[in-house]
């Protein structure tokens, strides 16, 4: 199973990144996927998920509202489209999955992509 996130980059608080993530070896529609971050010096933290076909998403309160999670499976991938970007938005943006349903505990997730670095600058 491989996870590839990309999309990254800095912008100026307000802006907008759309974060992707790409997956292979996996059996991609069959499995919830999920967004995670870790800022410097924290812990990972949940940030969206959605469900295998779509149809169901949860979100963190720090971020609903301004963050929306949505997949193709057609073509296995996730992404996470980020507007009223925050400086304290800035952290490590990580996709997973693994779990059949959606989950905001990283634990119940077993693969994770390679992270993708976003900055947000006031």
């Known amino acids: 199973v491989q996870l590839q996130a990309f999309g990254g980059g800095s912008v100026q608080a307000g802006g907008s990144l759309r974060l992707s993530c790409a997956a292979s070896?996996?059996?991609?529609?069959?499995?919830?996927m999920s967004w995670f971050r870790q800022a410097a010096g924290k812990e990972r933290e949940f940030v969206a998920a959605i469900s295998r076909y779509g149809g169901s998403t949860e979100y963190d309160d720090s971020v609903k509202g301004r963050f929306t999670i949505s997949r193709d499976n057609a073509k296995n991938t996730v992404y996470l489209q980020m507007d009223s970007l925050k400086p304290e938005d800035t952290a490590v943006y990580y996709c997973?999955?693994?779990?059949?349903?959606?989950?905001?505990?990283?634990?119940?997730?077993?693969?994770w992509g390679q992270g993708t670095l976003v900055t947000v600058s006031s």
């Open positions: 070896r996996m059996s991609f529609g069959g499995l919830a």
């Open positions: 997973a999955s693994g779990t059949l349903y959606t989950s905001r505990r990283k634990e119940n997730y077993t693969y």
